[in-house]
């Protein structure tokens, strides 16, 4: 892939530039791929296990597509008592899926977080950046309808 080439002609082969290299190779192509370890670890004279085993103690970085849209329900004490749990069981049903890691290809996620501070907006949803309050089941198929 040249936008991967192009990226790793910004750097040196130097070891330290490791970590730049897979958050640069994961923003421009979305995730990690095999081929992508491959070719860092051909870049910088590391096994694939290095380049794979660096990248998997962050969280952030990721070996498979992300989602589209990532929906993150609040679960905080104030959240769950106000509802966040059949928020959640309503969300799960509408797409399909369980909170937690998805399929590749698809297109939402669904996390459990928790927003401090956020009691007297609860239960809270976030999709993407956008912050939805005081949230009822009845009123999910509306929200998710905003990202289909």
Known sequence: MNNRRD?????????????????RVQAGEGYLSPGA???ISRFLDLSENDVFSTAS???????????????RVCT???C???????????????LNTPAGPTAVGATFRLDKASFPGCA?????????????CRVTPDVIEEILAKYR
């Open 7 to 23: 990226i790793l002609g910004q750097f040196t082969s130097d070891r330290k530039n490791l970590l730049p290299i897979l958050y």
């Open 37 to 39: 370890v491959a070719e």
């Open 57 to 71: 103690f962050y969280p952030d970085l990721r070996f498979t597509p992300h989602p589209a849209h990532t929906v």
């Open 76 to 78: 905080c004490l104030e």
């Open 80 to 94: 769950r008592l106000r509802g966040a749990e059949d928020i959640i069981s309503t969300i799960e049903q509408a």
């Open 120 to 132: 007297s907006l609860a239960p809270v949803v976030v999709v993407d950046e956008d912050v939805y």
